[in-house]
């Protein structure tokens, strides 16, 4: 788009294109509804609102740099070269627009399709909603040469909009402070800001996106910084995922174009891992239930691998049926689609509903993939080579599935003997602790409340899945266990990995191990198992990690227990007071130092415990790093643990 035709365009984008749908009243009365959560993830929506409002800007051409700030006091400032938002009149609201946009949920030009023609953001709340959750935000627009600034708190403008000054340049700047009222906690994580800019920049190629984190400095004393940006788009993003693993093609299977007025953008690679990696995208909205766009994807990809592997006559000597999900293995995927309206449904609202997305994304796929196949006749072998062995491996874990589930029916329910189980029976109330070893499972079984609480001890480490075939793993006696304890079923015509939680028995899976070095490992291997094998169950929310404390700090009759380095030393300092002896420090190395009563006190009993519960903020980013951490590929792990060995604590 040349200059002329962007200025052009420009002047159509005025008051009037911003539409009003509803007031902002109930934001601070429940904020949740709008935002997700007052938490972590709730907290940093508040930026991605921001940013979403820039990368929308980008989108319909005007904006190609937005910049982030964590400033000392974790405000957040958002800056973007794009248009500026209009600060004319509004007609309707006789107010200027700005104050409209920064006002009114749901206001903003995204909601007048002529002004844009997709639009990310999964609430769709806008930058209104940041607003009435900040205790003091700032917008400062700089548009047709003039510089124009507003002031709000807690969302009610501190004064008009007021012209300060002149301007060479357009765009838009957003500082916001949120209300610490509001959320359990202001303190914004550089790291997932930085990812989730990271993901912008492969999903939008030709944007560049920095972050600077005014909290901290490196060693000469530059404050921390990123920037991101995206020649390749997916096709880098395909290859940054995969880092840590073997890829079995030279290049990535690429294609963009646009099918029946929906643009399209897939990049996909196959790799010599056992695991399906497919992370689909609407308007940049991670949706990892899946929908309609997956379901095309999977469509395509299935019809024209199963046709190019018959007439390839590779196929003949095998005695058993290809299924839809072998065709997927050691299969990296992005797919990213841009939908005008797009309608979101699932357990968590983001699984795509839109029908007509289907059929475009399937037609694209096949496209693509009839012309690399065509185009390397070395490269589409050897990917149906990769299918054959995981129809073989899926065939024998079948058999090895079946084993687990027949001898579960044939046992009255095959509750595993080493499982203490609880005597109630609602879901709802039950959990049941993953313990590292014998010793601690037997201590928990002592301190626990028996009637929701189950104990179910697990033998050393459990296999490494991330390295593993699916039989392999159907046979191992700990994973065998897990799965019959918990009552979960997998796999069926359709879906060998397909998972039926129809009988889970508990609503809480807690992982207790050691606070050391082989426990923190443990604990790693078992959530590599339930993140390649019970996504949902983290998903759902119902995975948790138990934290035991790491001191008792004793003087006389006095014991305190302390979570953290910060609180030994702050309970130590206490119970010295004015004395001269110091407290006596006790080091818990595993749970088996503790006796009954105190696992239960410190770590089991719910009205003092704290457990940690496991979420998804980015499945891109999970998956590559457990790939990292668990796979074969050396370098990258190396390169991580050199990167945060400064972090690490070394028991002794």
Same mark, same amino acid.
């Given at each position: 788009?040349?200059?002329?035709?962007?200025?052009?365009? #420009?002047?159509?984008?005025?008051?009037?294109?911003?539409?009003?749908?509803?007031?902002?009243?109930? $934001?601070?009365?429940?904020?949740?509804?709008?935002?997700?959560?007052?938490?972590?993830?709730?907290?940093?929506?508040?930026?991605?609102? $921001?940013?979403?409002?820039?990368?929308?800007?980008?989108?319909?051409?005007?904006?190609?740099?937005?910049?982030?700030?964590?400033?000392?006091?974790?405000?957040?400032?958002?800056?973007?070269?794009?248009? &500026?938002?209009? $600060?004319?009149?509004?007609?309707?609201?006789?107010?200027?627009?700005?104050?409209?946009?920064?006002?009114?949920?749901?206001? &903003?030009?995204?909601?007048?399709?002529? @002004?844009?023609?997709?639009?990310?953001?999964?609430?769709?709340?806008?930058?209104?909603?940041?607003?009435?959750?900040?205790?003091?935000?700032?917008?400062?627009?700089?548009?047709?040469? *003039?510089?124009?600034?507003?002031?709000?708190?807690?969302? $009610?403008?501190?004064?008009?909009?007021?012209?300060?000054?002149?301007?060479?340049?357009?765009?838009?700047?957003?500082?916001?402070?949120?209300?610490?009222?509001?959320?359990? #906690?202001?303190?914004? #994580?550089?790291?997932?800001?930085?990812?989730?800019?990271?993901?912008?920049?492969?999903?939008?190629?030709?944007?560049?996106?920095?972050? @600077?984190?005014?909290?901290? !400095?490196?060693?000469?004393?530059?404050?921390?910084?990123?920037?991101?940006?995206?020649?390749? &788009?997916?096709?880098?993003?395909?290859?940054?995922?995969?880092?840590?693993?073997? @890829?079995?093609?030279?290049?990535?299977?690429?294609?963009?174009?646009?099918?029946?007025?929906?643009?399209?953008?897939?990049?996909?690679?196959?790799?010599?891992?056992?695991?399906?990696?497919?992370?689909?995208?609407?308007?940049?909205?991670?949706?990892?239930?899946?929908?309609?766009?997956?379901?095309?994807?999977?469509?395509?990809?299935?019809?024209?691998?199963?046709?190019?592997?018959?007439?390839?006559?590779?196929?003949?000597?095998?005695?058993?049926?290809?299924?839809?999900?072998?065709?997927?293995?050691?299969?990296?995927?992005?797919?990213?689609?841009?939908?005008?309206?797009?309608?979101?449904?699932?357990?968590?609202?983001?699984?795509?509903? /839109?029908?007509?997305?289907?059929?475009?994304?399937?037609?694209?796929?096949?496209?693509?993939?009839?012309?690399?196949?065509?185009?390397?006749?070395?490269?589409?072998?050897?990917?149906?080579?990769?299918?054959?062995?995981?129809? +073989?491996?899926?065939?024998?874990?079948?058999?090895?599935?079946?084993?687990?589930?027949?001898?579960?029916?044939?046992?009255?329910?095959?509750?595993?003997? *080493?499982?203490?189980?609880?005597?109630?029976?609602?879901?709802?109330?039950?959990?049941?602790?993953?313990?590292?070893?014998?010793?601690?499972?037997?201590?928990?079984?002592?301190?626990?409340?028996?009637?929701?609480?189950?104990?179910?001890?697990?033998?050393?480490?459990?296999?490494?899945?991330?390295?593993?075939?699916?039989?392999?793993?159907?046979?191992?006696?700990?994973?065998?266990?897990?799965? +019959?304890?918990?009552?979960?079923?997998?796999? @069926?015509?359709?879906?060998?990995? =397909?998972?039926?939680?129809?009988?889970?028995?508990?609503?809480?899976?807690?992982?207790?191990?050691?606070?050391?070095?082989?426990?923190?490992?443990?604990? +790693?291997?078992?959530?590599?198992?339930?993140?390649?094998?019970?996504?949902?169950?983290?998903?759902?929310?119902?995975?948790?990690?138990?934290?035991?404390?790491?001191?008792?700090?004793?003087?006389?009759?006095?014991?305190?227990?302390?979570?953290?380095?910060?609180?030994?030393?702050?309970?130590?300092?206490?119970?010295?007071? /004015?004395?001269?002896?110091?407290? &006596?420090?006790?080091?818990?190395?595993?749970?088996?130092?503790?006796? =009954?009563?105190?696992?239960? #006190? +410190?770590?089991?009993?719910?009205?003092?415990?704290?457990?940690?519960?496991?979420?998804?903020?980015?499945?891109?980013?999970?998956?590559? !790093?457990?790939?990292?951490?668990?796979?074969?590929?050396?370098?990258?792990?190396?390169?991580?643990?050199?990167?945060?060995?400064?972090?690490?604590?070394?028991?002794?």
């Amino acid at each position: 788009m040349s200059e002329e035709e962007k200025l052009d365009r #420009s002047k159509d984008y005025s008051a009037n294109n911003i539409q009003v749908l509803e007031g902002l009243e109930a $934001v601070r009365k429940r904020p949740a509804m709008y935002i997700g959560d007052v938490g972590v993830k709730g907290l940093h929506h508040l930026v991605y609102e $921001v940013v979403d409002n820039s990368i929308d800007e980008a989108l319909a051409g005007y904006c190609d740099t937005i910049d982030v700030f964590i400033n000392e006091n974790n405000s957040i400032t958002v800056i973007d070269n794009g248009r &500026g938002i209009p $600060v004319e009149m509004h007609e309707k609201e006789q107010k200027s627009a700005l104050e409209v946009v920064m006002t009114v949920l749901h206001a &903003g030009g995204k909601f007048d399709k002529d @002004t844009y023609k997709v639009s990310g953001g999964l609430h769709g709340v806008g930058v209104s909603c940041v607003n009435a959750l900040s205790t003091q935000l700032i917008a400062e627009v700089h548009r047709n040469g *003039k510089v124009y600034s507003q002031e709000y708190a807690i969302g $009610v403008p501190q004064h008009p909009v007021k012209e300060i000054g002149t301007t060479e340049i357009n765009g838009t700047k957003v500082t916001f402070l949120p209300d610490a009222s509001i959320f359990d #906690s202001t303190v914004y #994580s550089y790291d997932t800001l930085s990812n989730r800019l990271r993901e912008l920049a492969f999903l939008n190629k030709g944007i560049k996106l920095t972050i @600077t984190d005014k909290r901290k !400095t490196d060693e000469e004393g530059n404050f921390i910084s990123d920037e991101f940006f995206s020649e390749g &788009g997916l096709k880098e993003f395909v290859f940054f995922l995969d880092e840590s693993r073997e @890829t079995l093609i030279e290049d990535a299977i690429y294609i963009e174009g646009e099918k029946d007025g929906i643009p399209v953008e897939v990049a996909m690679l196959y790799n010599t891992s056992y695991s399906e990696n497919i992370h689909a995208y609407v308007n940049n909205i991670n949706t990892h239930e899946g929908g309609t766009h997956l379901s095309g994807f999977r469509m395509g990809l299935t019809r024209t691998l199963k046709k190019y592997a018959d007439e390839s006559g590779m196929l003949s000597k095998l005695k058993f049926e290809i299924a839809g999900d072998d065709f997927r293995e050691g299969l990296t995927a992005v797919i990213s689609v841009k939908v005008q309206e797009p309608q979101f449904e699932g357990q968590t609202k983001t699984k795509l509903g /839109n029908r007509e997305v289907t059929s475009p994304v399937s037609q694209a796929v096949s496209e693509m993939l009839e012309n690399y196949l065509e185009e390397h006749p070395k490269d589409a072998k050897t990917i149906v080579n990769k299918v054959i062995l995981a129809a +073989t491996a899926r065939h024998a874990a079948r058999k090895a599935r079946e084993m687990v589930q027949r001898k579960g029916a044939l046992t009255g329910g095959g509750l595993p003997g *080493k499982l203490a189980d609880c005597s109630s029976k609602d879901p709802a109330e039950c959990e049941i602790y993953l313990v590292e070893g014998d010793s601690a499972g037997g201590t928990a079984k002592q301190g626990r409340d028996r009637h929701f609480q189950a104990i179910m001890p697990l033998r050393g480490k459990i296999l490494n899945v991330e390295k593993a075939m699916q039989h392999k793993i159907f046979e191992n006696e700990e994973i065998k266990n897990i799965y +019959t304890a918990l009552g979960v079923r997998v796999g @069926t015509d359709e879906d060998s990995k =397909a998972l039926n939680m129809e009988k889970l028995r508990y609503h809480k899976v807690i992982i207790m191990c050691d606070a050391d070095v082989d426990g923190s490992h443990i604990v +790693t291997l078992i959530l590599t198992f339930f993140f390649r094998h019970m996504k949902e169950m983290i998903e759902m929310g119902y995975i948790y990690i138990a934290t035991p404390p790491l001191y008792l700090v004793k003087k006389g009759n006095k014991e305190v227990y302390a979570w953290t380095d910060d609180d030994r030393d702050r309970i130590a300092l206490e119970l010295k007071g /004015n004395g001269t002896t110091s407290p &006596g420090i006790q080091r818990y190395k595993g749970l088996g130092e503790m006796n =009954a009563e105190q696992l239960w #006190s +410190t770590t089991m009993n719910p009205e003092f415990r704290t457990l940690r519960q496991v979420s998804i903020e980015s499945a891109a980013d999970a998956d590559r !790093t457990f790939s990292m951490l668990m796979g074969d590929d050396v370098p990258p792990r190396r390169d991580f643990i050199e990167k945060n060995a400064k972090y690490a604590k070394i028991d002794i």
